[in-house]
């Protein structure tokens, strides 16, 4: 029976026969195995008797090669392990030739490995970067699932463009040439799979809705696409955003509750994870070495994380915010690109970064944005002093690196104000009558918000391109394997 390294290095007693396999790592000195199961981070060392063994055998223990190996387990004469396995008897199951192979047994760069992402879970980082988006996403449904939280699964296909950006992909069988056309020349969705034009959702949020009208709190976790042309970063245009909505909670209680949630799945990766972060916090030491000393973080990893589970996040108004960023250094100085002059405008990244990283040095959470910039979902507040113009009940949570990780806000529940608001945004009525429902019978105060879940990884694992923190990442011109 064949035991996963993981189990063998927590339970297996020493002196007993085991069996496993995986894949070489390393071959030294005709003698001794790395091997790599992805079970654990670690690699568990074959001792191979290369005088009593085949040499055809031999020849074939190659860096990348499949194999198995029998034989007892253990205590380690060697440094580095507790642990080895002396082999009686290898198994190869799969050849690997080093001559074609791309992979090479040293450090190869993100890029590199982007290009082969079909290989990358073979190395340690990306071993290390999967099982930690695993445990984050295991997190974020116990940490739903104990509160009672209901996990809907909203459609992929939907003909609404929830945060009424526009920025979908069309989804059709219609034909290319030929295309069927209406008396204006348009093209006559009527005619398509779902007899009308439909699209790859952006967001579960108008569905979630739905569903706490009645089940009280839900949450979605699943894919969601822009087809917004933004080759940064921190943008991908299919990523997995979670979105809890909750009847009768307002702005603050959506706060609570997002802090709550990043706070749980953070501490979560910590006594967890501790392995494979720690191989992240060293591939972040090694890759800001190559930074200028005044551009490499304070804290390390763990320690990044460590402070932003302990301290409470920062929360203030847009407005304030405006205040803060006009008044700034940079701003003064001309540094930003952007220059903070009036309210009413979006911030931008540099303004978010400056916030989070220079002037609170914490997590931020930012309310009550201008309606103006914001989508038609979200609650009218009342007119304040010293606010200049109409504002809505919005949040948006700022990490240090990151930016936004999420975005929500407390819903416009009175019809009429909703109305109103759709009107002045172009948003059919007609076609939202089902959304407008939930307004016309028994509507009550509720509230949600999206987390961008690439951007918890990104934020966790320390990687620094959201290409990295999701298999095959698709943004403008690629949507290899
Ligand atoms: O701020 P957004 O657009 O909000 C919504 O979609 C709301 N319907 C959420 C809600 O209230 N239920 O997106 C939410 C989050 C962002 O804060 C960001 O973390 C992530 O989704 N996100 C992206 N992540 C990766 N690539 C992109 N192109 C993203 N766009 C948004
Ligand atoms: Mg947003």
Redesign the pocket.
Known sequence: MRIKIADLFRTEPINTEVTVKGWVRAFRNNQFIALSDGSCPQQLQVVVDFENTDPAILERIKYGAAIGARGMLLESQGKGQRVEVKASEITIYGDCNPEVFPLQPKKQSLEFLRENAHLRFRTNTFGALFRLRHALAFAIHKFFNDRGFVYLHTPVITASD??GAGEMFRVTTLPFEGTPRNEQGEVDFSQDFFGRATNLT??G?LE?ELGAMALGEVYTFGP?F?A?N?NTT????E?W?I?P?VAFNDLHDNMDLAEEMLKYVISYALEHCADDLKILEDRLLEEEKSKPQDQRSEMALTEKLRFVTDNAFERLTYTEAINILKNSNPNKKGKFQYSVEGWGTDLQSEHERYLVEKHFKKPVILTNYPAAIK?FYMRQDEPQEGVPGPTVSAM?ILFPGIG??????QREERLSRLEQRMTEMHIPHEELYWYLDTRRFGTCPHA?????F??LVLFVSGMTN?RDVIAFPRFPGNADF
């Open positions: 929830a945060e952006v967001s949020q979630a969601t822009r917004e933004s921190r943008h991908l245009a990523f955003m979105e909505e989508a948006d936004e990780i999420v975005g929500g806000s949600g918000f999206g987390l961008g690439e951007r959201i």
